[in-house]
Structures are given as structure tokens and as C-alpha cells.
């Protein structure tokens, strides 16, 4: 089966850093995703690791270690817009790429 | 831009009704997911389908069922409408034969059973 946690709730200050935790257990694995959602909208993309290492995209980066079954999300100079929860998601190899989902990190910016 | 469009943004229901969720997308996805999200649960994956016709039981199926019947569309079906399903219904797809495709999320469903 799989099995995924992240923390509840994260609170950081404007213009700081953050790192958001994700680990994970899976029996196959075919990359880890990143998605952001505000509020009464549809989560969003962020990012996606599926190799060891470090992804960076603008303010955001994603890093992964399979061996340890973690990641972690990395936002740089918060802004208040980032305030929203973190959906870490897990893809198995089977067919049709079944997606699964932690229960989110709701991420308070405060000024 | 991928567009995936939810019949109904809201939806109330009586226990026992017979309830249709439907979803199209309009990138040509082979892959197409039904999730509910609840508060403290997170998304859970209901079923999905890699193909037409096809379709694979996710974590949380029972009450549940769907339709695959055109590539650009996918139903969920609750045969039986019950309180415990009240809850916002997500459906997303995602395209190509390699794994690093994201998922692309209609804007939901809120489904109340009174």
C-alpha cells in the first residue's frame, strides 16, 4: 500500500523561507509531485521530482530521496499570496499512473 | 491551456438518489481521476481510468462507480446516495504514457445528501 505524511499546518512570517516535509511509502514509484491550492480552488502544479536531488523553480524548490522516502518543499521570500495548503502526491508505476495524495500542510503567511 | 470542466460547481441531494457527477476534458488525456476531498483526509482517490472503457478502483470505491464510455469524459456514479458521501468531488486528468505528466483538476463538485 501506499502511505503518505506531511504536517497540518506550517506558519511563517513574509520574506522568509520555508521547508515543507513529505515522506512516503509506496510498492512502486514513478515520481513525486508537488501542488499548491487555495482555498475553494482546484489544486495547481508545482513541481515534480522523480530522480534524486534537487529541482528548482523560481521561489520554489523540490528535492527528493527515493532511499529515504522523503521530499520536501522549499519556498523562498514568502509572500502573502503563498498562503495556502501543499498537496505532496505520490505515482505509482501501474497503469494508468495512479495518483495519491498526503492530507496537505496548510501554510499561514503572516506579515 | 487544458480545460477540465465539472457539470456542477454545487449539487444537493436526498439520501437514496441515484447521483450523476460528470466530468470532460478537452486535451485528448488518456487518464482520468475521480478524488474527494475532505477536511483533515486530503484527497482520496475514488477510481481511475487509463482508457476508454477501462477503469481501476482507487483506495475508497465503495458506494461508488463510473462510466468511461468517451475518452473525453468520465462519470462518476453514487448508486445510492448517502450522508457520509457529502463532500467536495474533484476530478482531474493527466496525459501521455510518461510518468511525469501532472494531474489537471476541475474546479469541483460540492455534493451535499440531506
Known amino acids: 500500500g501506499q502511505n503518505i505524511d506531511q504536517p497540518t499546518e506550517m506558519t511563517a512570517t513574509e520574506g522568509a523561507i520555508v521547508q515543507i516535509n513529505c515522506t512516503y511509502q509506496?510498492?512502486?514509484?514513478?515520481?513525486l509531485f508537488w501542488y499548491q491550492q487555495h482555498a475553494g480552488e482546484a489544486p495547481t502544479f508545482l513541481s515534480y521530482?522523480?530522480?534524486?536531488g534537487l529541482e528548482e523553480k523560481g521561489r520554489f524548490s523540490s528535492f527528493l530521496s527515493r532511499s529515504k522516502g522523503y521530499s520536501y518543499l522549499l519556498l523562498k521570500e514568502l509572500q502573502m499570496k503563498d498562503s495556502a495548503s501543499y498537496l505532496c502526491a505520490v505515482r505509482d508505476n501501474t497503469g494508468g499512473f495512479k495518483t495519491i495524495f498526503g492530507a496537505g500542510t496548510r501554510l499561514f503567511v503572516k506579515a | 491551456d487544458v480545460k477540465v470542466t465539472q457539470s456542477s460547481r454545487y449539487l444537493v441531494k436526498r439520501t437514496g438518489e441515484k447521483v450523476f457527477l460528470e466530468c470532460v476534458q478537452d486535451?485528448?488525456?488518456?487518464?482520468m481521476f475521480w478524488y474527494r476531498q475532505d477536511p483533515g483526509l486530503g484527497l482520496r482517490l475514488i477510481y481511475f481510468s487509463y482508457d476508454v472503457k477501462m477503469k481501476e478502483k482507487g483506495d475508497i470505491p465503495e458506494g461508488y462507480s463510473v462510466s468511461r464510455e468517451k475518452k473525453e469524459r468520465f462519470s462518476l456514479i453514487l448508486e445510492s446516495a448517502s450522508t457520509n458521501q457529502t463532500s467536495m468531488y474533484l476530478c482531474?486528468?493527466?496525459?501521455?504514457?510518461?510518468?511525469?505528466?501532472?494531474?489537471?483538476f476541475g474546479n469541483g463538485t460540492r455534493l451535499t445528501v440531506t
Open positions: 521530482n522523480v530522480l534524486d
Open positions: 482531474a486528468s493527466s496525459g501521455g504514457s510518461r510518468g511525469n505528466s501532472p494531474l489537471h
Open positions: 486535451m485528448d488525456h488518456e487518464n
Open positions: 509506496t510498492s512502486g514509484f514513478n515520481g
